[in-house]
Structures are given as structure tokens and as C-alpha cells.
């Protein structure tokens, strides 16, 4: 699987940033997708996740009620659309997969990402004003 994350930039604080990120392949390529981010000097940490085979969908609790993750299965592609952004949200943003055959919950790969096996480029968000 190949990822392709777009849609990155700076915006005020308050502002809404809408990221994209398009998956190569199939759909039946994997059974998470999700949106993580690298903040500078800090870890890697999920954001929002989909579980491919029924939908559910988990989110940070640092993002919960600002931040919503959506699907086109026609197009492979998964979109993050940020409201009232705040400057702590400020990192590089990646989307993920993990495989086919993977074994992890979309909750857990949340919190674990590491357990995703393939990652695009990230796109840079900045929130300042």
C-alpha cells in the first residue's frame, strides 16, 4: 500500500484545515486506516482511526469534537477535517495503514502506532497566528 497525504499548512488558531490521503491498491489491502502526527521534539501519536471492516471509527481525546475522520471507498481515500484548530496541534501529519492480515484493532492502533505497517509522507500543519 501506498499513501499519499496532502492538504498541509498554516492556518490561525480557530481556523479548519481539510487533509487528504489516498490509499494505493484496495480497500481489502488493509484493515485500519488512520490519521497519526509527530509534533517537533515529541512521539508519534494516533489522532483518528477507521476500522476498515466495519466502520468504526476512534478518536484521540485531544481531538474529540474538533476533528473529523471520513472515507471514499470509490476513490481509496481517507480525509481529516480540523476545526478550531490550536496551536498544540502544530506537527507533521501521516496517514497509515496496517495490512490485510493484521491483527490490531483500529482502537488499538490508535494508541500504538507502531503496529501500522505502511506510511505515507507526512504534510506539515502549522497553527500560529
Known amino acids: 500500500v501506498q499513501l499519499q497525504a496532502s492538504g498541509g499548512g498554516l492556518v490561525q488558531p480557530g481556523g479548519s484545515l481539510r487533509l487528504s490521503c489516498t490509499a494505493s491498491?484496495?480497500?481489502?489491502?488493509?484493515?485500519?486506516i488512520g490519521w497519526f502526527r509527530q509534533a517537533p521534539g515529541k512521539e508519534r501519536e494516533g489522532v483518528s482511526t477507521?476500522?476498515?471492516?466495519?466502520?468504526?471509527?476512534y478518536y484521540a481525546d485531544s481531538v474529540k469534537g474538533r476533528f473529523t475522520i471520513s472515507r471514499d471507498n470509490a476513490k481509496n481515500t481517507i480525509y481529516l477535517q480540523m476545526n478550531s484548530l490550536k496551536p498544540e496541534d502544530t506537527a507533521v501529519y501521516y496517514c497509515?495503514?496496517?495490512?490485510?492480515?493484521?491483527?490490531?484493532?483500529?482502537?488499538?492502533?490508535?494508541?500504538?502506532?507502531?503496529?501500522?505497517?505502511?506510511w505515507g509522507k507526512g504534510t506539515l500543519v502549522t497553527v500560529s497566528s
Open positions: 491498491g484496495f480497500t481489502e489491502d488493509y484493515q485500519s
Open positions: 497509515a495503514t496496517d495490512d490485510a492480515t493484521g491483527i490490531y484493532s483500529a482502537e488499538f492502533l490508535l494508541k500504538f502506532p507502531d503496529g501500522m505497517d505502511h
Open positions: 477507521i476500522d476498515n471492516s466495519d466502520g468504526d471509527i
